[in-house]
């Protein structure tokens, strides 16, 4: 299947900073891309899907001006989590699909803890 | 509203079948997908179904849908060690997002 790569895989940050998780879609041309958060023990909730060179779309109750996605390529998204609290504390997966395309491929996830 | 329930748990022994349960509310979805997550790790696709098929067999993997009870099940047949893992099933929704379950954590003992 074709391969998401997600950067960082694991980040330690302290309250108040902000942190930047990137996905990358590496053999083929993601035109929509999904971020979602996972808590421990938990399923994946969806946070927003963005589609390329389009404002995202955040599902309801997610701070948009909190949590910033940039889809500014065909192979990139990014999620920034502005001002992170430990609340933020959590398991961020992207996933990506090209076109009209059945799958969607996942990243590996990133692990953000706020310190 | 979009809704996937999974049990939460479930656990076999090496060899054996393993049968992983899903109701979904959404008729409308047009696929259903299983996915495999091991710890700390991504979700791995295993296996999708067309609404419109009732059994899909991939090597060890038969996918059962029941669209009438909104109901998919994934077998693992000759289950092992390291199929333990939590299992998601999703069903499709409007834009292409996934509505997943809580995933079932599958223990297998040797």
């Known amino acids: 299947g074709a391969v998401v790569s997600q950067h960082p895989s694991r980040v330690i940050c302290k309250s108040g900073t902000s942190v930047k998780i990137e996905c990358r879609s590496l053999?083929?041309?993601?035109?929509?891309m999904f971020w979602y958060r996972q808590f421990p023990k938990q399923s994946l909730m969806l946070m927003a899907t963005?589609?390329?060179?389009?404002?995202?779309?955040?599902e309801q109750g997610v701070e948009k001006d909190k949590f910033l996605i940039n889809h500014a390529s065909l192979t990139l998204s990014t999620l920034t989590v502005t001002s992170a609290h430990p609340e933020d504390s959590s398991f961020y997966i992207c996933?990506?699909?090209?076109?009209?395309?059945?799958?969607?491929?996942f990243g590996q996830g990133t692990r953000l803890t706020v310190v | 509203g979009e809704d996937v329930e999974q049990s939460l748990f479930l656990s076999v022994r090496e060899g054996d079948s393993s049968v992983i349960n899903c109701t979904y509310t959404d008729s409308s979805s047009t696929y259903l997908y299983w996915y495999k997550q091991e710890p700390g790790a991504g979700l791995q696709l295993l296996t999708y179904?067309?609404?419109?098929?009732d059994m899909k067999q991939d090597q060890r993997l038969t996918v059962l849908l029941n669209k009438k009870d909104k109901h998919l099940s994934l077998r693992i047949a000759d289950t092992q060690t390291g199929d333990s893992a939590i299992y998601f099933c999703a069903e499709s929704s409007q834009g292409g997002k996934l509505i997943f379950g809580q995933g079932t954590e599958l223990s297998v003992k040797p």
């Open positions: 053999d083929f041309q993601a035109t929509t």
């Open positions: 996933s990506a699909r090209e076109g009209v395309a059945t799958e969607a491929f």
């Open positions: 963005s589609n390329e060179g389009s404002k995202a779309t955040y």
């Open positions: 179904i067309f609404s419109n098929m």
